[in-house]
């Protein structure tokens, strides 16, 4: 009975190894080598290839790295939590919202590591010598996005802000590009809001200094009149 089941069991493992066996079947004598095809260079591989391709289990996978047109920074995805997995597992979702929305994005990067420490003591009374320490720890990633429309971007931040998961905080940084020649126009808002025209800065000016002069000089000759009246007059005249 045992001598049988061990011939089963050797009979089994060669079908199995001649079954799965890759080894390459010889080409026949008369084929000729005329029609075998060349082979094509590899092609590189694109977003809407990618994403019109059946791929068993892309979401454990890592996500498609597009490539940078101009390298123009446009935004920064900071994530943090206490729990290491979960964070890991939410940075690896954001990968493939910013593959599927074609945003060339980075590979998450692992800052330091933030510690907090507490010490408590166990009691106010009998146990007052006896402390308890607490630890808590703050895990940190950032991905960082190029070359993307601030519309699109708009939309990554808002998908991540809907579908964020319990436990992991997110922020965003985003860069907005000014359009051509706004230094010039800012200026001329500037200066039409400060209205100085030529009749302020002449006319208007020259004649407030002789005004304030006019009205210096006459209080200066009106308290002279008085001091001079005060002299005048005797002390014991009523």
Same mark, same amino acid.
């Given at each position: 009975?045992? #001598?049988?089941?061990?011939?089963?069991?050797?009979?089994?493992?060669? &079908?199995?190894?001649? =079954?799965? +066996?890759?080894?390459?079947?010889?080409?026949? %004598?008369?084929?000729?080598?005329?029609?075998?095809?060349?082979?094509?260079?590899?092609?590189?591989?694109?977003?809407?290839? *990618?994403?019109? +391709?059946?791929?068993?289990?892309?979401?454990?996978?890592?996500?498609?790295?597009?490539?940078?047109?101009?390298?123009?920074?446009?935004?920064?995805?900071?994530?943090?939590? *206490?729990?290491?997995?979960?964070?890991?597992?939410?940075?690896?979702?954001?990968?493939?919202? #910013?593959? %599927?929305?074609?945003?060339?994005?980075?590979?998450?990067?692992?800052?330091?590591?933030?510690?907090?420490?507490?010490?408590?003591?166990?009691?106010?009374?009998?146990?007052?010598? !006896?402390?308890?320490? =607490?630890?808590?720890?703050?895990?940190?990633?950032?991905?960082?996005? @190029?070359?993307?429309?601030?519309?699109?971007?708009?939309?990554?931040?808002? *998908?991540?802000?809907?579908?964020?998961?319990?436990?992991?905080?997110?922020?965003?940084?985003? @860069?907005?590009? %000014?359009?051509?020649?706004?230094?010039?126009?800012?200026?001329?808002?500037?200066?039409?809001?400060? &209205?100085?025209?030529?009749?302020? &800065?002449?006319?208007?000016?020259?004649?407030?200094?002789?005004?304030?002069?006019?009205?210096?000089? #006459?209080?200066?000759? +009106?308290?002279?009149?008085?001091?001079?009246?005060?002299? #005048?007059?005797?002390?014991? !005249?009523?």
């Amino acid at each position: 009975m045992f #001598a049988r089941s061990c011939r089963s069991a050797v009979f089994t493992v060669q &079908r199995c190894l001649r =079954f799965n +066996s890759t080894t390459a079947i010889p080409p026949a %004598a008369g084929a000729s080598s005329a029609n075998t095809p060349a082979p094509q260079p590899p092609q590189a591989l694109t977003e809407p290839a *990618y994403a019109s +391709s059946v791929v068993h289990g892309r979401g454990v996978r890592r996500p498609h790295q597009l490539p940078k047109t101009h390298g123009i920074p446009v935004a920064t995805l900071h994530f943090r939590s *206490y729990h290491p997995k979960l964070l890991d597992f939410f940075v690896h979702f954001a990968g493939h919202a #910013a593959s %599927a929305l074609g945003i060339p994005a980075s590979r998450p990067v692992h800052l330091p590591t933030q510690r907090r420490l507490w010490t408590v003591i166990r009691g106010p009374f009998v146990h007052k010598k !006896s402390q308890e320490n =607490f630890e808590r720890r703050t895990h940190k990633r950032v991905i960082k996005a @190029w070359d993307a429309h601030p519309d699109v971007v708009d939309m990554l931040v808002q *998908y991540l802000e809907k579908h964020l998961a319990a436990g992991v905080g997110m922020r965003a940084v985003k @860069w907005t590009r %000014a359009p051509v020649g706004v230094g010039q126009t800012t200026l001329e808002a500037v200066m039409g809001g400060m &209205r100085m025209d030529q009749q302020l &800065r002449a006319e208007k000016v020259k004649a407030l200094g002789e005004q304030i002069v006019k009205e210096e000089l #006459a209080a200066a000759a +009106s308290a002279a009149k008085e001091g001079a009246l005060e002299k #005048a007059t005797p002390v014991g !005249s009523s």
